[in-house]
């Protein structure tokens, strides 16, 4: 059964091939959007333009807000919830 299933899905063999690709950059997208390094940089690097006095107290305190809810969002997703 298997030679002949393989002979009759032939034809879609094609389509077989564009699901895996689609699949593995899926995966690649998901690991690098669900990956903590380049927001906890930007948090460093608020906390540097706030030192410096580029930014205001306010707008420190809405990006650091964002950025936060942003790691919540990773690690509930590397827990194995989805967001």
């Keep these: 059964m298997g030679l002949f299933t393989q002979i009759v899905t032939l ?5 077989r091939g564009v699901v895996w690709a689609v699949d593995r950059v899926l995966e690649a997208a998901e690991k690098e959007y669900y990956d903590p390094a380049p927001v906890l940089r930007d948090l460093a690097e608020l906390e540097r333009q706030l030192l410096a006095g580029d ?3 306010e707008t420190f305190d809405r990006r650091e807000d ?6 919540e ?4 997703y590397s827990q194995g919830g989805q967001p």
């Design 11 to 15: 034809p879609l063999a094609p389509v």
């Design 55 to 57: 930014i205001d107290e």
């Design 66 to 71: 964002e950025l936060l809810d942003r790691l």
């Design 73 to 76: 969002e990773i690690r509930a």
